[in-house]
């Protein structure tokens, strides 16, 4: 079991900035892709980016391409999303997600193939 807790959500006006952070309790970095993903109500679940295990390779949805960077600590179990020029369509729960054993441009946005999540943390973009 790995347990994923997200952090660095917030409030913030359009064309603003937040960083997110997820931290897991093992060793995943240099195993599996770890992903960031958003929701809101009555939606489903969206692929926003994930890094590959090892070198770290990075995947972007369309939407978030040019304005969000993913990047990881792998010694120290976490991930991060800087999220720049924030528009309100951002405005989401967002989860970090792992135990997909590899990413690829194909995968990296479904949902069904990470195991573990965090609980999520809330960011808000205002107009």
């Known amino acids: 079991q790995v347990r994923m807790v997200e952090s660095g959500g917030g409030s913030v006006q359009a064309g603003g900035s937040l960083r997110l952070s997820c931290v897991a309790s093992?060793?995943?970095?240099?195993?599996?892709?770890m992903g960031w993903f958003r929701q809101t109500p009555g939606k489903e679940r969206e692929g926003v980016a994930a890094?590959?295990?090892?070198?770290?390779?990075?995947y972007y949805a369309d939407s978030v391409k040019g304005r969000f960077t993913i990047s990881k600590d792998s010694p120290k179990n976490t991930v991060f999303l800087q999220m720049n020029s924030l528009k309100p369509e951002d405005t989401a729960m967002y989860y970090c997600?792992?135990?997909?054993?590899?990413?690829?441009?194909?995968?990296?946005?479904?949902?069904?193939?990470?195991?573990?999540w965090g609980q999520g943390t809330q960011v808000t973009v205002s107009s």
């Open positions: 997600a792992t135990g997909l054993m590899g990413c690829s441009s194909s995968n990296f946005e479904s949902a069904r193939y990470y195991t573990y």
């Open positions: 093992a060793l995943v970095g240099s195993r599996l892709c």
């Open positions: 890094i590959s295990p090892g070198a770290g390779s990075t």
